[in-house]
């Protein structure tokens, strides 16, 4: 072999050597920022998800917190604005009930978007406002001829209740804080 084609020979050798070498890292180096760009939007994604859910879990929150509200000026109306007489036809029942109903159903997307603590404060503050109401129903079935409010005739279980409602509100609202990530 002469020398020049033997200098060929290696000059041909290292040159497809450093070619692949090239090719190799390039490879490598590409995989790698693929790797990361890919690990980047999951990261992406996730903090988007996690935002979603948090804000449709504070809507339903806020939405129970709202339709108390109303439960519990409609709760108050009825004890204290309408006489024990006229409570079948001035149409409180029927309002508290549509209120209470709404208040269920808010109740249940609460339960459907959180975690198992904020459930059990829905059926808390569910079965708290059904026992109030039931109460209404027994002060106003024992004074049905009264011309009287019903919180006339039982201050106590009126003060109660709204004390109570207080409670079960606090407890929800501390819950709701606490599963979204904004507890004091």
Known sequence: MTDTTFVALITATATLLSSSITGAVGYLAGRHQLRSQELLQNAQIAA????????????????VLNQHSVVERAMQAA???????????????????????????????????????????????????SK??????????E??????????????????????????????IETARRVLGTAF
């Open 48 to 63: 988007g998800r996690e935002a979603s859910i948090r804000e449709l879990r504070r809507s339903a929150y806020v939405a």
């Open 79 to 129: 004890w204290e604005d309408t006489a024990c007489v006229e409570m079948n036809t001035s149409g409180r029942y029927a309002e508290l009930a549509q209120e209470l109903n709404a208040l269920q159903e808010r109740l249940h997307l609460a339960e459907l978007e959180g975690s198992l603590d904020i459930a059990a404060r829905a059926a808390r503050i569910m079965a708290f406002e």
């Open 132 to 141: 109030c109401m039931a109460d209404l129903l027994t002060v106003v079935k």
């Open 143 to 172: 004074n049905h001829a009264s011309s009287r409010p019903p919180r006339y005739h039982a201050q106590e279980v009126s003060t109660a209740s709204l004390t109570g409602r207080i409670d079960v509100r606090d407890s929800f």
